[in-house]
């Protein structure tokens, strides 16, 4: 994410603050404090600036919450696509970096971001769509990697679930372990993921 405030800041010039800059304030907050926490005028307060300018970029405190859905939905699906994007790689290769680059760097803001809207899908049909969305693109793109391999597609969509619930269970396991023990044992379920192909 931005620097919300610096943005703001940048837009001080115009006394405006962009809907982008509201927008990610808003997806700022939904991971401290959940959708309820999504207060105009706490985002006001967090970007410096009064309520006013948020009447000028969105009609009411729903039409900021669709477009933060709409916001993360896009941002997901437009990185699992390139994530997984061949490029020149073998698919196995592509499945190898994928692993690492979600056991290996925890992106805890992305996180915290992804939980918050899982929690309030719980609850709101229009956040349940959006996570609906991500969730089809990433296994229909992981997927494909595995039906690149090789494997029929109903095998490769089966791996495809599993991997998916590897690379984001992992992330939410509080283990015993050091760091070492823990890279070890995602580095073992990697190569379980990765057998035989």
């Not at 499945?95 to 719980?122: C, D, H, K």
Request: glycine fraction near 6%.
């Amino acid at each position: 994410m931005t620097d919300t405030k610096t943005a703001a800041r940048a837009d001080a010039r115009t006394r405006e603050v962009r809907s982008e800059s509201w927008i990610e304030a808003g997806l700022e907050e939904i991971a401290r404090t959940g959708v309820e926490g999504v207060r105009v005028e706490v985002l006001a307060k967090s970007l410096g600036v009064t309520k006013g300018g948020f009447y000028r970029r969105f009609r009411d405190r729903a039409a900021l919450l669709e477009a933060m859905l709409k916001t993360w939905s896009e941002g997901r699906i437009a990185a699992i696509q390139r994530h997984a994007s061949l490029d020149g790689a073998s698919a196995r290769e592509r499945l190898q970096a994928l692993i690492a680059l979600y056991s290996e760097r925890m992106n805890t803001a992305g996180m915290a971001v992804e939980l918050a809207i899982r929690q309030w899908a719980r609850s709101d049909e229009l956040a349940a769509n959006a996570v609906a969305s991500v969730d089809v693109a990433r296994l229909k793109n992981v997927g494909l990697l595995y039906r690149a391999t090789g494997l029929p597609a109903e095998e490769a969509d089966a791996q495809a679930f599993l991997f998916y619930c590897f690379v984001f269970g992992q992330s939410l396991l509080f283990l015993e372990r050091g760091p070492r023990k823990r890279a070890q044992l995602v580095a073992k379920s990697a190569e379980t993921l990765l057998r035989d192909l």
